[in-house]
């Protein structure tokens, strides 16, 4: 368990509004100088005002503590630690250390517009078996360009079965889920195991737990930064989300068919290697969409975008 120390106390402060449920806001920093004080300040901006933001350094060198130490709202604290974690393991202890019913997660380079809060009580509010809450995200670029939503990818699928939805393709952006917080501790929080790919896993487990809600509204601001998707980082997300998905299959037992396992693969490897060609990693990801042929997964276009990418380079992510 990494030692931690806290960096300022949260005191409790009179809300502006009717009281509501406590939600706390789980924050993981690394290095995050630059960006934390806007995704402070989107959550300050809420105009669900029943919060308490647990700002988790994951032993970072730069001024990041100090941005957030500058911010003079009681509601926020931090912790420490002194040997870095990975995001992951940092949201855990943010988890151990929170009081509200709900649990929202936010990234240190994202941000939130002011109902995002308010619009996802309300759904766990008038459902008692809700386990998770989403939104679209806008994506932006590093250089302010607007991009696509993250929903682009895979449209969300509601309900008490989303989680074969996201066992196959995630529609769920880190800094756009709330949960209980109960349900995050009967879970397990996040595999402190994985490097990459821990999100996904644990939202599969949530949405195995109970119904899966998502808003069609972008409720947020997902900042892009083109370094996420290195060659080696690619490499290292493509085999840790496969072995990941794998373990949940062999998990599952008789609960999914033999068509529907063929199916969340083939589309696991269609996508992952399609991310990896376009990192940079050719070789890997044509391996990768020749995979997904094989289980059935669009066979004659993967198989024909194999030559296709691998003469041209990188093309468009999917």
């Known amino acids: 368990m990494p030692s931690a120390r806290s960096a300022f106390a949260v005191q409790t402060v009179a809300p502006s509004v009717p009281a509501g449920p406590l939600v706390s806001v789980v924050m993981p920093m690394f290095n995050a100088a630059l960006t934390v004080s806007r995704a402070l300040d989107s959550v300050r901006a809420q105009t669900h005002t029943e919060w308490e933001a647990i700002c988790v350094d994951d032993a970072s060198t730069d001024a990041t503590v100090a941005r957030v130490a500058a911010i003079d709202d009681p509601r926020i604290r931090v912790i420490r630690l002194d040997v870095s974690v990975g995001p992951g393991a940092a949201r855990n202890v943010g988890i151990a250390a929170a009081k509200g019913a709900l649990v929202a997660f936010l ?55 989303a989680w074969k939805t996201l066992l196959a393709s995630s529609f769920v952006a880190t800094s756009a889920a709330m949960t209980r917080r109960t349900l995050l501790e009967s879970v397990g929080g996040f595999d402190p195991k994985l490097v990459t790919g821990e999100d996904q896993d644990l ?6 737990a109970g119904r899966v809600q998502a808003l ?17 980082h690619a490499a290292r997300q ?52 020749l995979r997904a042929a094989a289980v059935g997964r669009r ?20």
């Open 299 to 318: 066979p004659l276009r993967n198989l024909a975008a194999v030559p296709r990418r691998l003469v041209r380079g990188a093309g468009t992510r999917r």
């Open 216 to 232: 069609p509204e972008a409720l947020g601001i997902y900042h892009w930064m083109p370094h996420s998707y290195s060659t080696g």
């Open 238 to 289: 493509a085999a840790d989300v496969i072995a990941m998905v794998r373990a949940h299959l062999r998990r599952l037992g008789d609960r999914l068919s033999p068509t529907e396992r063929r199916a969340i693969l083939g589309r696991r490897f269609e996508r992952l290697g399609a991310n990896l060609m376009d990192s940079g990693a050719r070789f890997r990801g044509a391996w990768l969409l």
């Open 203 to 208: 939202f599969i487990r949530l949405a195995m």
């Open 107 to 161: 990234d240190a380079d994202d941000e939130w517009l002011p109902d995002k809060l308010l619009r996802q009580v309300a759904l766990f509010e008038a459902d008692a078996g809700l386990a998770l809450a989403v939104s679209d995200m806008r994506v932006t670029t590093v250089d302010g360009r607007d991009g696509t939503s993250v929903y682009t990818r895979q449209t969300p699928v509601p309900g008490a079965e």
